[in-house]
Each structure stands twice: as C-alpha cells, then as structure tokens.
C-alpha cells in the first residue's frame, strides 16, 4: 500500500479551515485566534499559516482586519480542494486524506462504459480518513482518453486537484446516488470493517462544464463514523 503525495501544508491549513467553517465549528462573524498562537496551535510556521488564511479570505470566509484580526464569513459554496468531498466526522469536518491500494489501466465497467471516449479506464482504489480516522474505501475510474499513464505517485489526497493541476479537467457538477451496500469482495485487511459487512454506499458520476461524463466511483463509508453532507444556499 502506497500514501499519496500530500497537499502542500497551507492548502491543507485552507482546506481545513474551510471544512470547519462548513461545519459551523467556526461561527460566522467569529474571530479566530491571534496568528502567533494558532500557528502554534497547528505546528505549523506562522508565514505557512498566513498563506492559509489568505487563501480562505480569497475564497471569500475570512476578513482580515488590520490591528484587529481574523473574522469569519460564512458562505454557502466555495471553491475548494474538497468542494465535492461530502463525507464529513459525526461531529463535522475533519481533514480528508487518502492512502492507494492500486491503480490500474483496466476495461471499464458497465456503469461507466458507454461514459467517455475510450474502452479502457484508470481504475484508482484507496481508503480514506478524516482527521486520521479510516471511514472509508473508494474505487474510482477515470476515463482513459485522459491520460495513457497513471502512477501512484501522481497522485494527491485529492483527485480533483490532480485531475485540475496535471490534466486539466476540471470537474464542474456531480450526481450522487446514496445508498448502503456491503463491502466488496476485495476490501483489504487494512481497512476496519469485512467484506459482506453492510454500509453506507455512495455512487457518483462527476462531470465537466461542457457537461462530459469524466469520472465513475463508488464509496463505501463506515456510517459509524461518517456521514454524508451537502450543503445548498438559497437559490
């Protein structure tokens, strides 16, 4: 088993603080600790937390005042790293990241093969945790006309991010199927729960702007644990 690349430390910071403000664990109008501290706080260098904050005060959650501090904004939707990351901790948040199991060039299945131009797809499967926790296991195939290669260390915790950074597909919308099912036959002695073990199951085709299938993947999350979330603003 091979971990992913990690995101650099600041977009892991934003990404964090995003999930947070999501979560409502950071209030609107709220003011976040003095900077000094809260690097501490996170371990992180204070010129690595700076970086972080202006990246959410981008994206429109945060307003720095000068002499004064840092207040959050909520927002109903930001473009963020996991703004298609629905699985969030029982209590809300938590940081994803994931670890490979396998990628391979393999025909696609059923569910995706009329989805894309090639006969074949990059079929990626790995677990994934917030905060350190494991809460699940995900087979996602990408369409093979994207890229003839793909290795593990490719990769990052985020698969959007790779698919915007080093194809430049951008995913723009998602359709979700929810469900439960049981683990699959082949989930792998790392993970908590066995195969036949019944769980949540998510099912989702994501697409481009241009509205082109680009991307089939299938979810089996540990409900215990996790729980799925989508968060919508007034239309």
Sequence with gaps: MAKTSTLPKFIQLSEMLIREIAAGHLVDGSRLPPERDMADD????????????????????????????????????????????????????????????????????????KLGGAPQGHRIRRLRSLDGILIALEEIWLDGGQRDVIAVSDLSDSLYHFYRHELGLVIASVEDRIGVAVMPDWTPAAFHLNAGDTVGYIERVSWTAAKHPAEFSRTWYDAKRATYISRMGKG
């Design 42 to 113: 996170l371990g992180v260098a204070v010129g690595t937390l700076r970086k972080a904050l202006a990246d959410v005060e981008a994206k429109g959650l945060l307003d720095r005042v000068q002499g004064s501090g840092n207040y959050v904004r909520h927002r109903p939707a930001v473009d963020s790293v996991y703004a298609f990351f629905r699985l969030e901790l029982l209590k809300g948040g938590g940081l994803p990241t994931a670890k490979v199991l396998s990628v391979e060039r393999l025909p696609k299945p059923d569910t995706f093969a």
